[in-house]
């Protein structure tokens, strides 16, 4: 219970954060979860067109080309600038056109990657009021 309580006094970008960082592989459940609580895709759960484009990509559970599209939906305007492979780790590197430039995440699983980078540009940015 602890654990959840402190999750709840925490921004929801650190909590996936920890969460991506904790996870051996991201799961469907995760991507959802950075959909549905990351300030940067706001935009993206209000249009529909892009929810029936992202459900029909986990219903393939191609969560690779699902991890994409949220780093292109991402607002302000982001893109995957690098994603390489070493010695079995995945590094990922996101630059936007928003306040903070750029992200870098390291992580054994690609998606996972991937989606801490763009978390990673959530936490950075400064919270408006």
Same mark, same amino acid.
């Given at each position: 219970?602890?654990?959840?309580?402190?999750?709840?006094?925490?921004?929801?970008?650190?909590?996936?954060?920890?969460?991506?960082?904790?996870?051996?592989?991201?799961?469907?459940?995760?991507?959802?979860?950075?959909?549905?609580?990351?300030?940067?895709?706001?935009?993206?759960?209000?249009?529909?067109?892009?929810?029936?484009?992202?459900?029909?990509?986990? &219903? *393939?559970?191609?969560? =690779?080309? %699902?991890?994409?599209?949220?780093? !292109?939906? +991402?607002? /302000?305007?982001? @893109?995957?600038?690098?994603?390489?492979?070493?010695?079995?780790?995945?590094?990922?590197?996101?630059?936007?056109?928003?306040?903070?430039?750029?992200?870098?995440?390291?992580?054994? &699983? *690609?998606?996972?990657? =991937?989606? %801490?980078?763009?978390?990673?540009? !959530?936490? +950075?940015? /400064?919270?408006? @009021?």
């Amino acid at each position: 219970m602890r654990r959840h309580q402190a999750e709840a006094d925490l921004p929801a970008a650190e909590v996936l954060a920890e969460r991506i960082a904790a996870a051996r592989r991201l799961r469907e459940h995760h991507l959802w979860e950075i959909l549905r609580t990351l300030p940067s895709l706001a935009e993206a759960r209000d249009d529909a067109d892009f929810r029936h484009r992202f459900r029909t990509l986990m &219903d *393939r559970d191609d969560l =690779v080309a %699902a991890s994409r599209l949220l780093v !292109d939906a +991402a607002r /302000p305007t982001c @893109h995957l600038d690098q994603l390489v492979c070493l010695e079995g780790t995945w590094i990922a590197r996101i630059c936007s056109d928003g306040s903070v430039p750029r992200a870098v995440a390291v992580h054994v &699983d *690609r998606v996972a990657a =991937v989606m %801490a980078a763009l978390v990673a540009l !959530d936490r +950075a940015a /400064p919270v408006k @009021h």
